[in-house]
């Protein structure tokens, strides 16, 4: 949109109209922040919860797995008893996987439950 060349009145027409377009987007951008319900603190929680408690799940499991390995190894801890199969190594990781996503898979219904009840 190039205003070399024309007059100043309608130069300045142009102008308006497009500081115009730019508030009623802010006005259009405003409302819809304003009619969602979720605070700040609902979406930091939505988000939050379920990766720490993912993050927690993991951790704990990872415990319990090294306890499994360690009674195994007779309570001896050595690098050959902590070199485990191919396929300890792969049921390690799908069960941790799968705990991890059970946890945050609940915490995140048991936040939005929360947050829905709060709303009401």
Known sequence: M???GQEPGNQADQLVGVFHRIDEKVNSMRSSIESDPETLMDKVAKF????????????LFQAFWSSLVRKRNGGVDTEEGDQESA???L?????SAAVTTLASTLIE???QTLIDRRHK
């Open 48 to 59: 939050a919860l379920p990766s720490i408690a993912g993050l927690v799940a993991g951790k």
């Open 87 to 89: 396929t300890a190594g």
């Open 91 to 95: 049921l390690f990781a799908v069960l």
């Open 109 to 111: 219904r048991g936040s």
């Open 2 to 4: 190039s205003m070399v």
